[in-house]
């Protein structure tokens, strides 16, 4: 229990942009009782092409206002973000700090022809934390990876259905496609935004998976543990599926007002 921080007090969310409300939105259905800050650092979006060290500055930044907000816990909403500065963020911070990682585990689990596919950022893909998973949980599946150039930018832009985020979908997908994976990582917080489009493309047979459910419930636990549950919230755990938010999340961003435009354009379709 850590008695200094209030069981009312907000969670944290950070992303590199506006992809972490595909998290957020499973956070809130978990956790319908909790306080949540979400900041998008979309002035410094994407994180994919980014160096490590350059990635932890702007997490360390971003960690420091959501704690001088009172957040009792942080999640890092970012695949790319928690492959680069989750370590060092837990040992500078001593709240609970929740990562996200590429679902490689349970795709493996999922798959009948030991076939996946990862569609994820550069970012991700050549991380330390990537390469780990696949050392761990990859034995006797056939991993098929593309990095996604350009896609994170246009969601970033709430460019969901324009002619140019299809076409870039349908290139990332074919090679998926093509090597038979019967099963694909959504490996990107953003991606969940056009998995409609995704599962169009490569068919209803093929299964996606993204790690929102199982990042809510990493929380769930952890507050728990801690005994910093709103009250409110265990009730709602067992009606997960059926839980809406009691509180509006509250919006940060470092980018311009454009930006929570768009964020408020995408937290209402999710």
């Known amino acids: 229990m850590c008695p200094a921080i209030a069981v009312n007090a907000p969670v944290g969310v950070m992303d590199s942009g506006v992809g972490g409300l595909t998290v957020l939105k499973h956070l809130t259905r978990q956790l319908a009782h909790e306080h949540f800050i979400y900041y998008a650092d979309s002035a410094y979006a994407p994180y994919g092409n980014q160096s490590a060290v350059k990635i932890q500055q702007r997490c360390f930044a971003i960690a420091d206002i959501l704690i001088a907000q ?4 942080l999640v890092v909403a970012c695949n790319t973000a928690t492959a680069a500065a989750i370590s060092p963020l837990r040992e500078h911070y001593s709240l609970s700090i929740i990562g996200m990682e590429p679902a490689v585990k349970p795709a493996a689990a999922a798959s009948k022809n030991s076939i996946i596919g ?5 970012g991700t893909l050549k991380s330390a934390q990537f390469a780990a998973l696949l050392e761990h949980y990859g034995h006797g599946v056939q991993v098929v990876t593309q990095a996604c ?3 994170v930018e246009c969601i970033e832009q709430g460019q969901l259905d324009q002619a140019h985020t299809l076409a870039l979908l349908e290139t990332y997908c074919q090679p998926l ?11 990107c917080t953003h991606y969940p935004f056009v998995r409609a489009h995704i599962q169009k493309i490569v068919g209803p047979q093929v299964t996606l998976i993204d790690t929102g459910a199982a990042v809510a419930k990493r929380l769930q636990q952890i507050l728990e543990e801690q005994n910093l549950l709103n009250p409110a919230t265990s009730a709602d755990a067992g009606n997960a599926q059926h839980a809406t938010s009691s509180v509006k999340p509250i919006f940060l961003t470092s980018g311009s007002q454009e930006t929570q435009r768009v964020m408020q354009q995408l937290w209402q379709i999710l």
């Open 149 to 151: 150039v350009g896609l």
């Open 177 to 187: 496609i093509d090597a038979g994976a019967d099963t694909i990582v959504l490996g």
């Open 118 to 122: 990862v569609l994820a950022t550069t």
């Open 70 to 73: 009172g957040a009792k816990a």
